[in-house]
């Protein structure tokens, strides 16, 4: 028997589609981190750059400009909110052990202010919530947050640099209210790519991801992150979605479970009969 060769056109044609497919791909381990919501912080002295008006590959006016001080985005998948950086969330930088993550501070009333004059060096407790109403209080400890509300006694702790004072707040200290049910679990990622992250730049990238936006859930919204030592502020703007209730969804899943055993009677029946 005659086996014909391949033609050698098809054969290469194969080759190159199937090495586009593969480089269109998407990355096995890509985060599936939802909307971008990063907006500018307004703090520049540049356009572009390192001091400039974007936030990926960008940090405060006079700081050090470096991928592990970059805080670069605020993301919503869902009531999700997100957060990636080439910082290291979670171990922060060596030899800078008090420059650590700080809290996310929620705004849903768009009063936000820097409104507090620092002269000197060191993160100290102010009597001052900086026009945000609530806080997502994060412990690496156990991946864990608490939700809390905050009022005129509420204090926080401010960045290390007054140079820096427009990236208060850093920490939520004591005081408020916290919310029943509005805490949970947070995942943290290391070691992630460029293609990791929505395309980011820096080549190196770390996430926290699942903080749940239910307690404000259909308001729109301002958040911020930043580093004790205030290099990078880091700010968002969305709205959180209203989720739908359980109520209907549990009635929608009985109904269609229904559906499916009576779907089934009656193949069994057909087939019985036939």
């Not at 202010?113 to 997502?136: L, R």
């Not at 805490?183 to 990622?189: I, L």
């Amino acid at each position: 028997m005659n086996i014909k060769a391949p033609d050698a056109n098809l054969t290469a044609f194969i080759c190159v589609f199937l090495l586009v497919v593969l480089l269109a791909a998407p990355s096995a381990d890509a985060l599936d981190l939802g909307t971008d919501i990063t907006i500018d912080d307004e703090i520049s002295s540049s356009t572009t750059g390192w001091y400039g008006q974007e936030e990926d590959q960008e940090v405060e006016p006079g700081c050090v400009g470096s991928q592990a001080w970059d805080l670069e985005g605020f993301f919503l998948k869902g009531s999700e909110l997100q957060a990636v950086g080439g910082f290291d969330f979670k171990n922060g930088v060596a030899n800078y052990p008090s420059y650590t993550t700080g809290d996310i501070f929620i705004d849903t009333d768009g009063s936000t202010t820097s409104s507090i004059t620092q002269t000197s060096y060191g993160q100290t407790n102010v009597n001052n919530n900086f026009g945000y109403e609530y806080v997502i209080d994060l412990s690496f400890d156990d991946y864990s947050y608490k939700v809390l509300k905050l009022n005129s006694d509420s204090t926080t702790v401010t960045v290390s640099y007054y140079q820096n004072q427009s990236s208060n707040p850093w920490k939520y200290a004591y005081g408020g209210t916290e919310i029943t049910g509005g805490g949970g679990t947070f995942a943290y990622y290391a070691d992630l790519l460029d293609a990791d992250v929505d395309g980011l730049q820096g080549g190196s990238h770390y996430a926290i991801t699942g903080f749940d936006l239910n307690f404000i859930s259909g308001m729109a919204f301002t958040s911020h992150l930043t580093l004790g030592c205030g290099n990078d502020n880091l700010m968002g703007s969305g709205t959180a979605p209203v989720p739908e209730p359980a109520t209907i969804i549990l009635m929608g899943t009985g109904l269609l479970g229904i559906a499916g055993v009576g779907r089934k009677k009656l193949k069994k029946s057909h087939t019985a009969n036939g």
